[in-house]
């Protein structure tokens, strides 16, 4: 109340305030002590309160603001008001101002001369009295309070400025202010150019390796001051801005978007007296000022509701510096509100104003040639809909978002139930009972870190306390829980751990929260997906969305990794403090005290340590005994509910609340995400409108499957068939890691004991290994369970080579043959004349029989069989078991089942199938070598050519191998001599396999010799010997065979080295426009010390540092080709959906519907001719001679040259006709 | 990506499996199969490579076996651990350097010096094993003094010159072409000599197991390879320990050339803490250790790989004395409660402790044991303030004993096997 009194009193102080002689910082002191004493301390609330409101009496001005709006619409002393709030709020802040003690809280000694009109101090002090209330409600909670507002005391907020012109301007201002308009100060500021004052700063242009040191700081700090302003911490942004600003050293580290943040922020606040505090101190720091400062600036001039001639100032100014008034509302982005503000101000100047419609950009086409067909206008199109109604999907929509809002999804376990005896209800109980106790232990362990934090934010470090507050303290006493129940019983190693924990806090509070207005959107977005609606014309996913509404707002950045540790760290170690367990659970003798649940214990491996956090054995034993049956997933780890949202842009679709990146990267790492953003919106159209039909894909649980899988895994699994036993059927350790009985007996010789430790360490071992699969499998098969009767959607982003990944990873069609098994599509369509077929087909090619006969033989051979196929669908387990022996034997399963249903019913043609068929690329890898070399031969042996029979490369090495063997034999080589009659398909298939993808020599023997020792008549001896003479026989094979290839690869490994050479990372783009970079650099060392143990990690995506030569070369070809081939899937994913198909892909294995396999295999091939027909290489070889050669700066260098020449020798292609492809039946099958 | 190469390197040393077929029975005449090996040892690159990483890989660590396939799933998402110095300088991935110098002595001054200590005035025929005897300076020495001398040697051009001088007496020297301090590789990969299993070298060589109390069935000489001095130390610790390899045959003495460095450290004790560390306390337990004698640097001769002399560069390595130690095993070693069976928890709670070797000792109880750390330090009668550095080896076994006895709790230490496997 006393506050208010003051403020009002303060009301005229447009002529009091200010005399002449600043009085210190005592007087100040005095004056406000006695009527600040009491009250001060009822300021500070409990921390949710205080996460808005951290300075003074930012609650009061909230309301005092308010009252200020009301009055301005009644048009009373609007002016006066204003000031009295702006104030009270400045003369909270500058108290320990340190070099220039403010004067400006001499206010308070003003005594109380009320001046204002009667009627709204009334309002006023009614407000004041409900504030006071509602404040002493919560004064009961605090404890900490007076310690906060001392340090919130200290926070800093006046700038020292390093230029004593600025510096004497400034003081010229706030001492003039009262006289002169102080706003016109910030025109004349305005009109000083930028002065490069920061002279170290900006003269030395630093060396590479500060500079990239200096980099990595700038990025904490910019991360810094967005979670401040996030979590409305904006004095600690602005105190730490001031202090950095003081220290000419850290000063360097400030950029004009830090500046511009903490701008923007008081900006929203309306407090323009800090504002013009930031930008004295931007001016100072050198910079200029650009559309966000003065969009910043302008909007709070528009709050303040300033008059018409400062703006216009102000927008002069602008124009002088070479900024346009459009700009600020189309290039820079603002909020409707904000916009509407920054408006306010515009026209107060220029009253016939009007902004710049909001982006509806030109529709923008994507130009590549390959894509012309899909971006064709053709109203006759139709795209594929869901079997779905819209009300359907509406609720499903609405399902969906219940999920993403809870954040975790909780799934019951499929694990057998276990009996309700009374140990295991005492064990739930025990367990129920810590968990509250820790709940509370977690509350007390947070706050007292954060106040740590807080106190070292006031100190200008840069804390973690804006990160702590970006959760409310129940999620993250929530998320530490869920952490401590699923540690696993061995430990968790603590990088992991804290990195874990940092990024599931990054990822949380990203959630976006328009949930009404996406509500909306999406349900327009239905009308293009759903059964029963209409659209006004055939467009893609993506358009229709863009058509409904703007785009989305700019991502934020991802927080460097420093930070994310850091924060885990942080978190982890809070649990570790908080987590106690009575030790009478882990002895039972022991009286009742507290010990630890976690324990940090070392580890080491080779001669590294490495921290790990570890349950308490009892603890573990406890969990085991209470057989919980839940799991607990977040809601970005289970397959969505409702179609995903469109991808629109690198950084929006997928997920509905959570933003999910388009290219997923190594973490850290963000030159992908800035080589996208550098990209025009319209190249990516390809990518983003194929990762949006894949994960349009409706799947459903295959119910049949799934009962039978889960038959064997609560009973004793099939390891065999992929089905992980349970732990009882692991060779059991005789009592825990004790010895045996007798093996401490001092009768047994040490040799033996040495040899039960060997037997107990490997029983351990297989134990271990068999409990990780069986969690995989746990996860899977409970989340099929979950999903069962539901209908759901992977969603679908890709990697930085454009091949595509669901990013659910538990439960995808990307898993192993159980995994797909469990899947179906949830669309049926009806068999038709071949489908039938194809479905028989697609049986013995998951058998992996008759590999190589014609598409006839093998369905002859599916007929042959039919009665061992009915047999299997009809009694799995108890028959006669043919699917079992099939190389895939859970798919094969499936399709016996589909296959009966569809012989026995009445019309099989009207069958409707959910069945995914597919087709496989035959060496997809090399296809694409013999494509772009056009080698005639190698061509041929991967079935680019139509033949009658599908071809084997692997044979066809294999072949190629032996003759050259033999040659050798002839000549008495010894080792060729010995290999004679074992030289096969098996021995060189993996190696050719992955020859593609860039396997050497080194490696290439030990897959060779690995398949020597299989054979057990083969003389050991030699194995040796021969897998070093078989591998280099392999590679002058495929040398032989595939010429073109190997001078492509080794043209792209030249070029690679020497882009690397002249210090840049290998880019290139796709011919779908993808942009692709490899991230691989030197390796970066970061620390983070102090706490339970100093974490140090390395990381290869540091742009700063010199690309890493070895990996860019040798990355080079095999990324290349996964570019080429991602371009082709998604080719043929796009025109498959104009077709009206259902596709999705595993990477070279393409899926569809029985029916439409036909259609698909003709896209798929046309499209591959299309792609080929492009001038890959000699596109590649412009793009980067562009990119890398045309510098003028380095041309001299003697890499550049000798890059040049490289680039300019493309590889000289074969004489194949790529036509051909168009009738290969076996190039996909 | 760095973890991606890691775990390539990991997947090399999981692939090269044990042969099948590979046993002693097969060997036949052993040095036959040597000599094969030794005709296709042309300088292949994966040959060396691995033998590189078996150098490295025996000394102190259990590196892991599990298939890279079957380890947490980690992709190469996170950031992964940097090596923090330990214990030996050598880090996985330095060790590149291609020929291995090996010091051998040249002098017979010093050769009849080594004879004269180790075989005092005794007559009788006594069994030595000579580990790299080069040039054989020393074999001829103690063959002429009457023993019987078995040479391990693992350069080959050393090996015709030595079996010269085998024929000239008697069949008292063997000569067997393999490296002594690579004996019993941990990963189970090929075995290409000169790295063989010891059951093969013994049971070529007819040597029988001796039970753990009676002597030592032979006396090995050597010179501990003077670049990882520390790893092979810590190898035969392991070895010793866990009764494996030589020491599955008995109480083998050792008789090494050592840097005058590394032998204070292992005979250092809490009165000169500057160089007390867990190797100290694992060596000063397990064997008595003696001080024969100490020969300057300048009496040896330094070869590289292919048996060129090599010249001595490093000032510093020329100063620097080699002292001749004896390591005996102790007869009780196993008596007590360290056995074979937890020698590895012995093991880990050294090397925690000395990582901080300033700290006190109860901070190090907190992550090895859950009992509470109190608790032991009053039945080991010691202060809560007590630091590693002073504890006494025996102090160390007293403590390891008393946690490893403990009644009142089930779960003893923190330490798990298998802690290794599950970190990226």
């Known amino acids: 109340m006393s506050a208010v009194r003051w403020g009002r009193g303060a009301a005229g102080f447009g002529r009091a305030l200010w005399p002449a002689g600043a009085p210190g910082l005592l007087a100040e002191e005095g004056a406000l002590g006695g009527v600040w004493g009491r009250k001060r301390s009822s300021t500070a609330s409990p921390c949710e309160q205080d996460r808005r409101k951290d300075w003074g009496h930012a609650e009061l001005l909230e309301v005092l603001k308010a009252r200020v709006r009301q009055l301005q619409a009644e048009g009373v002393a609007e002016v006066t008001v204003k000031r009295v709030a702006k104030r009270v709020a400045v003369a909270r802040a500058p108290e320990a101002g340190g070099a220039q003690p403010p004067r400006q809280a001499q206010a308070g000694a003003e005594g109380a001369a009320p001046m204002l009109s009667s009627r709204w101090a009334q309002k006023l002090d009614d407000d004041q009295r409900l504030m006071e209330r509602r404040k002493q409600r919560l004064e009961g909670k605090l404890q900490k309070h007076v310690e906060k507002v001392a340090w919130q005391k200290q926070l800093r907020s006046e700038p020292r400025l390093l230029s004593r012109k600025l510096a004497s301007q400034l003081q010229h201002w706030e001492q003039g202010a009262p006289r002169s308009p102080w706003e016109e100060q910030l025109a004349q500021l305005l009109q000083e150019a930028p002065q490069g004052w920061s002279g170290e700063a900006a003269a030395a242009p630093a060396d590479r390796g500060p500079e990239s040191r200096l980099e990595g700081q700038r990025q904490r700090l910019l991360s810094f001051f967005e979670c401040c302003l996030l979590t409305g911490n904006l004095p600690l942004a602005h105190h730490l801005l001031v202090t950095h600003h003081s220290k000419s050293q850290q000063q360097r580290l400030l950029t004009l978007s830090m500046y511009n943040m903490v701008m923007l922020g008081w900006a929203r606040q309306g407090s323009f007296k800090e504002l013009m505090y930031v930008f004295f101190m931007l001016k100072d720091a050198g910079l200029a000022p650009d559309l966000r400062s003065y969009a910043a600036a302008l909007q709070c001039m528009g709050r303040l509701d300033q008059d018409a001639g400062t703006i216009r100032r102000c927008l002069k100014q602008m124009a002088q510096d070479g900024l346009q008034l459009q700009g600020l509302f189309t290039a820079v982005p603002l909020s409707a509100e904000e916009r509407a503000e920054l408006l306010r101000a515009v026209r107060k100047a220029k009253p016939a104003f009007t902004p710049p419609r909001p982006p509806v950009p030109p529709p923008q086409v994507n130009t590549s040639p390959l894509l012309r067909e899909i971006y064709a206008k053709d109203p006759t199109v139709s795209y594929p809909r869901l079997h779905l109604s819209l009300k359907e999907l509406q609720g499903l929509f609405r399902q969906q978002l219940r999920v993403e809002m809870a954040t975790t999804v909780t799934v019951e376990s499929v694990e057998k139930v276990p009996l309700l005896t009374k140990e295991v209800l005492h064990a739930r109980k025990t367990l129920a009972g810590l968990r509250t106790r820790w709940r509370t232990a977690l509350y007390r362990e947070l706050q007292e870190t954060k106040e740590s934090e807080a106190h070292a934010a006031r100190e200008g470090r840069l804390s973690l306390f804006p990160y702590l507050c970006l959760l409310s303290e129940k999620e993250i006493v929530g998320l530490l829980l869920q952490t401590l129940q699923a540690l696993p019983a061995q430990g968790e190693s603590l990088l992991f751990l804290a990195h874990e924990l940092g990024l599931r806090v990054f990822k949380r509070k990203q959630l976006r929260n328009e949930v009404q207005e996406l509500e909306q959107r999406y349900s327009k977005y239905l009308h293009l997906l759903a059964s029963d609606t209409q659209v006004a014309e055939p467009c893609l996913p993506r358009q229709h969305w863009e058509a409904l509404g703007a785009p989305e707002a700019p991502h934020e950045q991802p927080w460097p990794v420093s930070v994310v540790v850091q924060l885990g760290k942080q978190l982890a170690e809070v649990l570790v403090r908080a987590a106690q367990m009575p030790s009478s659970l882990a002895a039972p003798r022991s009286p009742g005290t507290l010990i630890p649940v976690l324990y940090h214990v070392y580890s080491f491996r080779s001669f590294r340590q490495i921290g790990i956090l570890k349950p308490h054995p009892a603890f573990t034993q406890l969990l085991e005994t209470a057989a919980e049956r839940t799991l607990t997933f977040e809601s970005t780890d289970v397959p969505m509910l409702c179609p995903p949202l469109p991808w629109t842009s690198p950084h929006s679709g997928a997920f509905l609340l959570s933003p999910t990146k388009m290219m997923r990267s190594v973490e850290g790492s963000q030159q992908h995400q800035l080589l996208l953003e550098r990209c025009p919106p319209a190249e990516l159209h390809g990518a983003l409108d194929a990762l949006t039909q894949l994960g349009n894909c409706a799947w459903r649980v295959n119910g049949r499957i799934l009962d039978l899988v889960l038959e064997l895994f609560t009973d004793k699994g099939c390891p065999r068939l992929g089905v992980p036993a349970p732990p009882s059927e692991a060779p059991r350790p005789p009592e825990g890691r004790q010895a045996p009985k007798g093996c401490l007996l001092p009768e047994v010789s040490p040799a033996e004991k040495a040899e039960m430790r060997r037997e107990l360490a490997r029983r351990l071992k297989v134990a271990r290994e068999m409990q990780s699969l069986r969690a995989d499998a746990l996860y899977r098969l409970s989340l099929a369970q979950h999903l069962r009767h539901r209908v759901f959607w992977l969603p679908h982003n890709m990697d930085f080579r454009g091949r595509t990944y669901p990013c659910s990873p538990h439960f995808n069609h990307l898993g192993s043959d159980l995994a797909r098994a469990l899947l179906e599509f949830a669309q049926g369509r009806p068999l038709g004349p071949h489908g039938l077929n194809w479905l028989k087909i697609h049986l013995v090619n998951l058998t992996g029989l008759k590999k190589r006969e014609s598409l006839q033989a093998r369905r002859d051979y599916a007929d042959e069989l039919m009665e061992d196929i009915l047999d299997s669908a009809d009694r799995p387990m108890t028959g006669r078991k043919w699917w079992m022996e099939a190389d895939e034997p859970w798919q094969a399963l499936a399709c016996c089942m589909e296959v009966a249903q569809a012989v026995r019913a009445p019309d099989p043609t009207a069958y409707v199938s959910h069945f995914p068929v597919h087709q496989d690329g035959s060496c997809n890898g090399l296809q694409h070598y013999a494509a772009l070399g056009r080698d005639s031969v190698g061509a041929a042996s991967v079935n680019l050519l139509p033949l009658d029979l599908p071809q084997d490369v692997y044979s066809e090495v294999a072949a190629q191998v032996e003759v050259f063997r033999r040659q050798d034999a002839e000549q008495g080589v010894r080792v060729a001599q010995v290999l004679e009659g074992f030289i096969s398909r098996k021995v060189v298939k993996q190696t050719v396999m992955t020859v593609v993808y860039g396997v050497t020599r080194y490696g290439g023997r030990l897959q060779i010799e690995k398949r020597l020792r299989e054979i057990h008549d083969f003389p050991q001896d030699f194995v040796w010997e021969a897998s070093h003479y078989l591998v280099r026989q392999v590679f002058n094979s495929l040398q032989e065979m595939f010429s073109g290839t190997r001078s492509i690869q080794r043209w792209l490994t030249e070029s690679a080295r020497l882009i690397s050479h002249t210090g840049s990372a290998v880019e290139w783009v796709t011919p779908l426009g993808i942009p692709v970079i490899q991230p691989y650099h030197r390796d970066s060392k970061v620390m983070i010390k102090g706490g339970l143990q100093s974490l140090t990690f390395s990381s290869s995506v540091d742009t700063s540092q010199k690309p890493n030569t070895l990996k860019q070369k040798n990355g080079f070809p095999p990324n290349f080709i996964h570019s080429l081939d991602s371009s082709h899937m998604m080719l043929t994913a796009l025109h498959c959906y104009r077709k009206g198909l259902t596709f999705v892909s595993v990477h070279d294995c393409f899926w569809t519907h029985a029916a439409d396999v036909a259609v698909m295999n003709q896209v798929c091939r046309e499209q591959f001719v299309r792609l080929h027909s492009q001038p890959i290489l000699h596109n590649l070889s412009r793009f980067l001679i562009k990119r890398f050669c045309s510098d003028p700066r380095t041309s001299k260098s003697i890499w550049v040259s000798r890059l040049m020449d490289t680039l300019l020798s493309v590889p000289k292609a074969g004489t194949f006709n790529l036509e051909q492809v168009k009738h290969s039946t076996y190039f996909f099958s | ?424």
Request: aromatic residues 10%; proline residues 5%; charged residues 25%.
């Open chain 2, 1 to 424: 990506m760095a973890r991606e190469e890691a775990q390539r390197t990991d997947d090399h040393r999981v692939r090269v499996q044990t042969p099948p077929g590979w046993s002693v029975s097969l060997l036949g005449r052993p040095l036959t199969v040597l000599g094969r090996l030794r005709r296709d040892g042309n300088g292949s690159d994966g040959k060396r490579k691995m033998e590189r990483s078996f150098a490295l890989k025996s000394g102190a660590v259990r590196w892991m076996d599990v298939p890279a396939g079957n380890r947490r799933g980690l992709s190469d998402y996170y950031p992964h651990l940097m090596p923090s110095v330990g214990f030996g300088k050598s880090s996985s991935r330095v060790y590149r350097c291609r020929s291995e110098t090996k010091r051998y002595i040249t002098s017979p001054r010093v050769a009849e010096t080594l004879v004269r200590i180790l075989r005092g005035k005794r007559k009788s025929c006594q069994l030595f094993l000579e580990c790299n005897p080069g040039p054989g300076i020393l074999t001829r020495a103690l063959l002429e003094s009457g023993a019987k001398v078995i040479a391990l040697e693992s350069d080959k051009t050393f090996i015709p010159q030595l079996k010269s001088l085998g024929k000239k007496v008697n069949g008292r020297l063997e000569v067997v072409y393999c490296d002594f301090f690579k004996l019993d590789p941990r990963s189970r990969g090929i075995l290409t000599p000169p790295i063989m299993t010891s059951d093969m070298l013994f049971q070529y060589l007819g040597i029988e197991a001796q039970p753990w109390s009676k002597g030592a069935p032979l006396k090995a000489i050597g010179i501990l390879p003077p670049k990882n001095e520390r790893n092979a130390l810590w190898k035969l610790l392991h070895d010793l320990y866990s009764c494996t390899s030589v020491y599955k045959y008995g109480r083998v003495e050792l008789n090494l050339f050592i840097t005058e460095k590394e032998c204070r450290k292992i005979m250092a004790n809490p009165q000169n803490p500057g160089l007390y560390q867990a190797l100290s306390v694992l060596c000063q337990i397990a064997c008595g250790i003696k001080l024969l004698h100490t020969e300057s640097c300048l009496s040896f001769g330094t070869y590289t790989a292919n048996g060129q002399l090599a010249k001595q560069k490093h000032r510093e390595s020329l100063e620097q004395n080699l002292c001749f130690i004896q390591l005996t095993p102790h007869k009780d070693l196993f008596t007590g409660t360290l056995t074979p069976f937890n020698y590895d928890v012995f093991f880990h709670m050294l090397r925690q402790c000395f990582m901080k070797r300033g700290a006190k000792l109860i901070d190090h109880l907190h992550s090895l044991s859950p009992i509470d750390a109190m608790h032991i330090l009053k039945q080991i009668k010691k202060n809560k303030d007590v630091k590693v550095i002073d504890m006494y080896p025996e102090d160390f076994q007293h403590l390891f004993e008393t946690i490893e006895c403990y009644k009142d709790d089930n779960y003893k230490w923190l330490y798990d096997d298998f802690m290794e496997d599950v970190i990226i």
